[in-house]
């Protein structure tokens, strides 16, 4: 008898969760690694939210809440969608779940049959092709053009397009390369989604780590059609640095939501209450913190793309979001160190670690083999120290 399911053997471990575990592990063992593998800020939850979570024990809210959130919750965020998005929705069209991660698979369950196809952008955040997958459905690719930021033109999306496409994946700012899509993109984007009658899910983890004046927009914003084929999922992970406290959001279709909700009430039932409470204080009650950080990373962004793109063999774009770079580096692809032999990013991404004690994560997790993913969220101190590694040990290669 097959010991495991088909589902679960054609699906991959997480790329980044593995490199940061395996960075850690040598630091638990005395070992000075400087890792840019963190998908989460450095900062810490500031405190007046951490302060709302000591209350909520103490008042003994610690019990179950309605699986799918509370509705104090809920009609939070959909005042946050008012304000910040222009975006109207009802409770019932919001579902609060365990990590927007969780959103994501729950919206991707109850919206895909089996050979229903997905299409993703690339490069992607790792877990939106198996997302995919343990749907039944198929993930299809679109290749981004990295003179373009990355992003995807409205001629390939066109070709992607299939009678069996029921959804679009759109991730701005995006993880790995921190693309910001403009508003004129995003409507050309939307007029192909509405042409075609295709959904749209959109990521909007990174909105407000955004730089040089820019602002996100949500794609669902643009007009009532695209609105009603779109489901905007957040959080509040990265913006506040609450990674740990595992709460996100989608908000869309009612029907949707309220599938995704009934999953949801047979999996996990509801995000742990204290969380929820942390999270409207959070959303609720919005403090400079979030520009303080934004700030800091900005400053980090800007050394760092320049120590790259510094570097021989190695081409870095400037981000406008998220707090990650993806410097293309296959030009030292064929050169050796000690006998050893760079043929892929993996290969270089174990040389980094193996001889210069750098982290850093293979884009080939991503869908992008000719770069590598590097998070800026650590010190300024620490970013230093690792591009001059960085920098001293690929110069040794040949």
């Not at 975006?87 to 969780?102: R, W």
């Not at 001629?155 to 069996?164: G, P, Q």
């Not at 084929?229 to 709460?247: D, F, H, L, P, Q």
């Not at 409207?280 to 520009?291: G, R, Y």
Request: glycine residues 6%; hydrophobic residues 35%; aromatic residues 8%.
């Amino acid at each position: 008898m097959q010991k495991l399911s088909d589902r679960i053997t054609s699906i991959r471990p997480s790329a980044t969760l593995a490199i940061t575990a395996k960075i850690k592990t040598l630091c638990s063992q005395g070992i000075d690694v400087i890792g840019f593998g963190a998908g989460e800020p450095d900062f810490d939850t500031p405190e007046y939210i951490k302060n709302a979570a000591i209350s909520s024990i103490k008042n003994g809210f610690t019990k179950y809440t309605p699986a799918s959130g509370t509705l104090e919750l809920k009609n939070a965020i959909c005042d946050k969608f008012k304000n910040d998005n222009g975006l109207d929705y009802t409770p019932e069209q919001v579902i609060v779940s365990c990590g927007a991660k969780h959103s994501l698979y729950n919206l991707i369950q109850v919206m895909c049959n089996p050979d229903d196809e997905v299409i993703i952008p690339i490069p992607y955040w790792v877990s939106y092709p198996d997302m995919a997958k343990l749907a039944g459905a198929k993930p299809v690719f679109i290749q981004g053009v990295e003179k373009n930021a990355f992003k995807i033109v409205p001629d390939e999306l066109e070709n992607a397009i299939t009678e069996k496409t029921k959804i679009l994946i759109i991730n701005s700012p995006s993880n790995p390369c921190g693309t910001l899509y403009s508003k004129e993109e995003l409507i050309e984007i939307a007029d192909i989604a509405c042409k075609h009658d295709i959904y749209v899910i959109s990521d909007e983890i990174y909105e407000e780590i955004i730089y040089d004046g820019l602002q996100h927009i949500s794609i669902a914003f643009l007009n009532s059609d695209i609105k009603e084929r779109t489901i905007v999922v957040n959080g509040v992970s990265k913006t506040y640095s609450m990674t740990g406290w595992r709460i996100g959001y989608a908000a869309g279709d009612a029907d949707i939501i309220k599938a995704a909700g009934k999953l949801q009430s047979q999996s996990t039932s509801n995000p742990t209450s204290i969380s929820q409470k942390a999270a409207l204080t959070a959303i609720q009650e919005k403090t400079n913190d979030v520009v303080k950080m934004v700030s800091e990373f900005s400053k980090r962004r800007d050394y760092i793309v320049e120590r790259l793109n510094d570097m021989d063999n190695v081409s870095c774009q400037k981000p406008k979001g998220a707090f990650y770079v993806f410097p293309n580096i296959s030009a030292y692809y064929g050169k050796e160190h000690d006998g050893n032999r760079i043929s892929t990013d993996i290969d270089l991404c174990n040389f980094l670690l193996d001889t210069a004690k750098v982290g850093v994560i293979p884009g080939s997790a991503f869908g992008s083999p000719n770069h590598i993913r590097m998070s800026y969220a650590t010190s300024m101190e620490n970013i230093k120290e690792g591009m001059n590694r960085m920098e001293s040990a690929l110069n040794e290669l040949r």
